[in-house]
């Protein structure tokens, strides 16, 4: 048996139009201006992190704070309008799941966005668990996570080794998080990584069809 952690954004589904659009409307609702937004802006990475690259001359943890509030009301409530999955990629992890592996998300989504977009497509009823790596905000004891943590407590949780797991993603963060918790990689190239990016993973594929 394997366990296969899929990323949410670039390889379940392309979700950059509704992200960008309230990444936009957080930081007009804040009256901060960010001129190369459209040009330097990725989806994937936390938000924090996406923060710091964009506005690197007024960041605070405060303002970065403000900006999560503010998107995540927007985001929330939008009803994800431009946001798409990718063609073949539930089809492919039904086919994983069904040859006996068990599938889970591990996203830097926040978990209130990603478990409402997984009741609209579905994802519910076909993966085990959703990770992200706020859903433990509230416990002192976890707190908030990052890709890598995140990946370690899902397999404490479910008590996997290592060696029987696989890291399904598009951006260097799912590759870095992977090879830290000694879990095989596997790079799509749909999604928003860079070449560079998928240069970092163990495999890369081009078709969600190759996955099974």
């Known amino acids: 048996m394997k366990y296969y952690f899929f990323d949410l954004d670039g390889t379940l589904a392309d979700t950059d139009g509704?992200?960008?659009a309230s990444?936009?409307?957080?930081?007009a609702d804040l009256g901060?201006?960010?001129?190369?937004?459209?040009?330097?802006?990725?989806?994937?990475?936390?938000?924090?992190?996406?923060?710091?690259?964009?506005?690197?001359?007024?960041y605070t943890d405060e303002l970065g704070a403000?900006?999560?509030?503010?998107?995540?009301?927007?985001?929330?409530?939008?009803?994800?309008?431009n946001t798409f999955e990718y063609p073949g990629i539930l089809d492919a992890v039904k086919a994983l799941k069904?040859?006996?592996?068990?599938v889970f998300i591990a996203t830097n989504k926040r978990y209130a966005g990603a478990s409402a977009m997984a009741i609209k497509f579905g994802w519910d009823k076909v993966f085990e668990k959703l990770y992200a790596g706020d859903m433990y905000d509230?416990?002192?004891t976890i707190g908030r996570m990052n890709k890598?943590?995140?990946?370690?407590?899902?397999?404490?949780?479910?008590?996997?080794?290592?060696?029987?797991?696989?890291?399904?993603?598009?951006?260097?963060?799912d590759f870095t998080a992977a090879k830290a918790n000694g879990i095989f990689s596997i790079g799509v190239k749909?999604?928003?990584?860079?070449?560079?990016?998928?240069?970092?993973?163990?495999?890369?594929?081009?078709?969600?069809?190759?996955?099974?």
């Open 190 to 212: 749909w999604g928003y990584g860079s070449e560079d990016d998928l240069q970092k993973a163990d495999k890369t594929i081009s078709s969600a069809k190759e996955l099974p």
């Open 18 to 20: 509704d992200i960008r």
């Open 148 to 173: 890598t943590q995140l990946l370690a407590f899902a397999m404490r949780e479910i008590g996997a080794n290592p060696s029987e797991c696989i890291m399904v993603g598009d951006t260097i963060n």
């Open 66 to 81: 403000k900006i999560r509030e503010r998107f995540g009301y927007h985001y929330d409530n939008d009803g994800f309008p």
């Open 138 to 140: 509230s416990d002192p």
């Open 98 to 102: 069904s040859s006996g592996e068990r």
């Open 23 to 27: 990444w936009k409307a957080a930081l």
């Open 32 to 58: 901060v201006s960010c001129p190369t937004f459209d040009k330097d802006f990725v989806a994937g990475p936390p938000l924090e992190e996406m923060a710091k690259k964009l506005l690197p001359d007024v």
